[in-house]
């Protein structure tokens, strides 16, 4: 059964897909199917995965600190 794609955006991405796997479009629709689905069903929420860190930076913190002021913030971009 052939795959058929009439979305001209949908079809070029799943095209460039294909190219870059140098396999057939409907092999690369399947597989990037697929590793959605997974990463859907496995993958924990952003909030869940940052918050680690959030945790680790907080232990690290001194109790006595200060917000930093937008020229500090900026200074530390590189944006004076």
């Known amino acids: 059964m052939n795959l058929q794609i009439r979305d001209p955006r949908a079809r070029e991405l799943a095209k460039q897909l294909a190219d870059e796997k140098q ?8 597989d990037a199917l697929e590793a959605e689905l997974r990463r859907q069903r496995n993958g924990k929420p952003l909030a869940e995965r940052v918050r680690p ?28």
Do not use: N, Q, Y
């Not at 479009?25 to 399947?30: G, K």
């Open 53 to 80: 860190i959030i945790e680790r930076l907080k232990s690290k913190a001194k109790p006595d600190g200060r917000d930093l002021t937008k020229d500090e913030i900026d200074a530390i971009w590189g944006h004076e």
């Open 23 to 30: 396999v057939a479009m409907t092999e690369a629709v399947i």
